[in-house]
Structure formats: C-alpha cells, structure tokens
Nanobody, 129 residues
Framework: DVQLVESGGGSVQAGGSLRLSCTVS???????MAWFRQAPGKDREGIAT????????YYVDSVKGRFTTSRDSAKNTLYLQMDNLKQEDTAMYYC????????????????????????WGQGTQVTVS
C-alpha cells in the first residue's frame, strides 16, 4: 500500500517561510496529489494540488502567490514551499494522494474534494505567530 509521511513543520513568525516535504513509499505516476490543512475548530480544507505526470498545479485563492507545490520524482517526494506566512496559516498540514488525472485540469473556482483522496500522511504542525 502507498504510505505518505510529512515533515518540515514548525514555528515561524509572520512573513517567514517554511518548506514542507511529503515522502511517498513509491513514485505514483498518473496520480493526483494534494495538500490540505486543518486549523482548530475548522474543517480540513484543500489548498493545493499537483498532477504527477505533467506537473499541473492548482491553488486556492487564500494561498495563491504565496505557496508553491512541486515534486521530485527521483526522491519520491512532494514539496510545499510556503512564503509570506500569515497567522491564519496556522494549522495541521497533510499531504494526500490518489489514482487518476482528475486534478490535471483544475482551474479557477475548483473546490478540492478531500473524499477523492484515499491516501494520507499523518500531518505536520505549522504555527505562525
């Protein structure tokens, strides 16, 4: 079975940067991968997706221009570079994945449905003060 492990979380002051990593047990060709976050008292929300085949990315408006997701096939690793962090970015961050190309055409207005992703990491905490 596919296993995912997040790392790179921590505490940072507003305006700072962090890079999260998600190592995958094997590289998942033709899979959609995503980043989700869950703040205290709020639902888990999808913030970014990437299609592993062509690298197509999508971001929700709240993080677009500040966060960048990418993948390194040789290392079987997914990254989330977070710049200009804000206090409202404080949350537990999760990586997720599933088979298919459903995220290959995500564009403006897309809602990232967490139910489409059946493989999840354990989460890594990001705290912005």
């Amino acid at each position: 079975d596919v296993q995912l492990v997040e790392s790179g979380g921590g505490s940072v002051q507003a305006g700072g940067s962090l890079r999260l990593s998600c190592t995958v047990s094997k590289y998942t060709y033709y899979w959609c991968m995503a980043w989700f976050r869950q703040a205290p008292g709020k639902d888990r929300e999808g913030i970014a997706t990437i299609y592993t085949d062509n690298g197509h990315t999508y971001y929700v408006d709240s993080v677009k221009g500040r966060f960048t997701t990418s993948r390194d096939s040789a290392k079987n690793t997914l990254y989330l570079q977070m710049d200009n962090l804000k206090q409202e970015d404080t949350a537990m961050y999760y990586c997720a994945a599933d088979r298919g190309s459903f995220c290959a055409w995500y564009d403006a207005g897309t809602y990232i449905v967490k139910g489409l992703f059946n493989y999840w990491g354990q989460g890594t905490q990001v705290t912005v003060s």
